[in-house]
């Protein structure tokens, strides 16, 4: 039916929950600056952290929905300190932080299935995520999923996240794609489908253990309730 499927990934195609407030993260962040010379306590770089993620984000002023690569965050905690290290180091860092914030990640069940026979049907397949890449590329590599893309946009790369169009218009302007041969399927009822409404692309809505409490009309051009993405899509004839 469709030549372009957009998917966003957490709550959609991979099931993930993370809790950046443990004591448990913070005391093992802190220790992890510590032994590279930046003294901070586990309350001190909490704090910190919130602080600065908050004004990043409210420097970026052309959208209502910012986001930027959240390792500029740990590169200051370093610098604050008058540490200087190397962009390994702040990438380990980032990654450390995000390991110790993991409670689980895996694939929803049939999600290979889904994006292979998609692929076999000759369909192009791209992401479309609010995620940081520091992150989201290793937990895709991990998974086994990045060769089923055609392509991969994530929001950190470009300070703007879904539902704002500028986003959705990054994909569409750069592989020209025609929306009306495309759908986005998500399970954020204002991000994925909201957002590809303003840009007059159908879209799939799949209802899983992620998705926001749906307070308004839900605008999605196909809804599926319950069970997985796969068997929704298959009893729609969407795939």
Known sequence: MYKNYIFDLYGTLVDIHTDESTDFLWTNLALFFNFKGADYTATTLEKMYIKKTTAAKNKITNTKYPDFPIENIFE???????????????????????????????????????????KSKGKNVYLLSNAQRIFTFYEMMMLDITKYFDDIFISSDYNVCKPDKQFFNVLINKLHVNTEESVMIGNDYICDIEGACSVNMDSIYIDSNLSPYIDGELKSTYSIMSGNLYDGMKKLNLL
Do not use: G, H
């Not at 905690?77 to 914030?101: C, E, G, M, P």
């Open 76 to 118: 200051e905690l370093y610098t604050d300190k008058n540490v200087i290290v190397s962009k390994d180091t702040i990438k380990d860092t980032a990654q450390f932080f995000r390991t110790l914030s993991i409670k689980y990640v895996k694939l929803y069940p049939k999600t290979i299935e889904l994006l292979k026979e998609l």
